[in-house]
């Protein structure tokens, strides 16, 4: 019995080093593509309810960068990568656009790097 015990934690040592070594190099291989990311989520006109189809741009000098616009899904989301490179610092435009609702914009301004991963939200206007 004291054999079995013996063998049982053993086994239950190697698993959890098992485990624990696998997630450690899952975090080495995660793609550089991956981060950061910029996600903006479009709302209703007082922050209410979200936005699907809105067309959303980050603008900085009149210019779209980033893939600019990209599509907000049905939960009013969408994101924004730069190659696995932090965003620069800067002033940014944040806007969002529905046909039929006035657009809405937001700045975000990145400073030192921070924020690594900006969450922006937008409220589009009231329909037209």
């Known amino acids: 019995m004291k054999r079995l015990l013996t063998l049982s934690l053993m086994l239950v040592a190697l698993a959890a080093v098992m485990f624990l070594t696998g997630l450690t190099s899952s975090k ?65 435009e944040v806007r969002a656009e529905k046909f039929g609702y006035g657009p809405g914009t937001t700045t975000v301004v990145i400073s030192g790097g921070s924020p690594a991963n900006p969450v922006t939200h937008v409220n589009i206007g009231t329909p037209e």
């Open 28 to 92: 080495q291989n995660t793609s550089s593509g991956d981060l950061p990311s910029w996600s903006v989520t479009v709302h209703y006109e007082f922050g209410t309810g979200l936005v699907q189809d809105a067309s959303v741009y980050i603008r900085q000098s009149g210019n779209n960068l980033f893939g600019s616009p990209h599509t907000t899904d049905p939960n009013g989301f969408t994101w924004f990568g730069n190659g696995g490179n932090s965003f620069p610092d800067g002033t940014y």
